[in-house]
């Protein structure tokens, strides 16, 4: 039986008062800060879940945890126009679809749980890579934002294949 909470559940929780806080944080050393502690409780709450086992709390809480910390600091960053908005809705295309389907499954009462998918962890990546570049003005951010939105794109046909495979939309076929 899975425990409720783990180490790993709690390094997670970590990413929701850094999403609340980031909007409060106006200088770009502070913000680059909450991004790194951000992204290593991102790792290493993974790292550990995998060497000491899943819980049923972060199977939940980790999806959660990450879309609302990105969410967060992209629309407090948005606000400088650095980005136009349709960029910004690129790099946050797959979690909005993400959001989008989880609601989805709520309504239907059909929840379907996927293991994460390299896209998935790739347009993570991108998206973290983005908001550095956003925040330390780099000459990098639009291509790493189209980068993001290509890949997330990707993500979204993928795990949307997977989601169909396990709802009984392609289960059969081989």
């Known amino acids: 039986m899975k425990p409720w909470v783990t180490w790993a559940d709690l390094l997670t929780a970590l990413r929701v008062p850094l999403a609340i806080a980031f909007p409060f944080v106006r200088h770009p050393a502070w913000q680059l800060a909450i991004v790194g ?11 550990l879940a995998r060497r000491l086992g899943p819980s049923r709390t972060g199977a939940l809480l980790d999806p959660v ?19 136009h908005p349709i960029e910004i809705l690129g790099v946050l295309a797959r979690d909005i679809v ?4 989880w609601l989805g499954t709520l309504v ?23 908001l550095v570049a956003f925040i330390a ?7 790493l934002a189209w980068a993001t939105a290509a890949v997330g794109l990707y993500a979204i046909w993928d795990y949307g294949r997977a989601a169909a495979r396990v709802g009984g939309g392609g289960g059969a076929r081989r």
Not at 137 to 143: K, L, M, T
């Open 137 to 143: 003005e780099s000459s990098f951010v639009r291509p």
């Open 37 to 47: 502690v951000a992204a290593a409780s991102d790792f290493f709450d993974g790292l």
């Open 108 to 130: 239907l009462r059909r929840p379907v749980a996927l293991p994460a998918r390299a896209g998935g962890k790739a347009v993570t990546v991108l998206q973290l890579l983005t």
């Open 65 to 83: 945890a990450d879309k609302l910390f990105v969410a967060s600091a992209f629309l407090t960053v948005a606000g400088r126009g650095r980005l």
């Open 98 to 101: 993400a959001g989008l389907g």
